[in-house]
């Protein structure tokens, strides 16, 4: 009994310190949102962070224009169902020296991020997906976890030169980033 009641506990713990959220990315604009996707610890400031890779075809990470991006764990980023699979990440400050630097989205070092970290925001640029143009630069997230990697971000921000308001609201579960 004492074994069941442990596993019990064990198995609640594991779940009430994994990512809890799926983040949900909706680009409602004609430009592509180009930038870095960041994770970062939810409680520990210089924690471990981890930044998204490109998404092919693209050089850098990319939502484009009218499209919808949606991510369930850091570990499932690369996925075959996933409409722009993230193939891997970039991670520093892992307490684990082995795992820093460049992973597979689905390597042992991305799925341990999981109980460390949470969605930290996206710093990026809208561009015009025709000329390369950058036409206006946001940085948006939840600044209590982005602050933990040292990053300034903000729930709400209206764009400077296009007047586009983009906001990172949580829905129950979901985080959603909405563009437009």
Request: no cysteine; aromatic share 14%.
């Amino acid at each position: 009994m004492k074994k069941l009641t442990l596993f019990i506990f064990l198995f609640l713990g594991i779940f009430a310190f994994s990512q809890s959220h799926t983040l949900v990315i909706v680009n409602n604009t004609g430009l592509d949102a180009v930038g870095r996707l960041i994770t970062a610890s939810r409680t520990t400031p210089g924690g471990p962070a981890m930044f998204a890779f490109p998404n092919p075809p693209y050089g850098t990470f990319t939502v484009p224009s009218g499209q919808t991006a949606d991510y369930d764990h850091f570990d499932t980023t690369g996925g075959s169902s996933v409409s722009f699979p993230i193939p891997g990440w970039n991670i520093i400050n892992n307490p684990n020296p082995a795992y820093n630097g460049p992973q597979a989205y689905n390597s042992p070092a991305v799925s341990s991020m999981t109980t460390l970290n949470e969605w930290a925001g996206f710093l990026f640029n809208l561009v015009d997906p025709a000329t390369g143009d950058s036409i206006d630069s946001f940085a948006i997230g939840n600044p209590v976890i982005a602050a933990n990697a040292s990053f300034v971000v903000y729930t709400n921000q209206l764009g400077a030169n296009t007047g586009i308001p983009v906001e990172w609201a949580y829905v129950g579960s979901i985080v959603y980033l909405f563009i437009g």
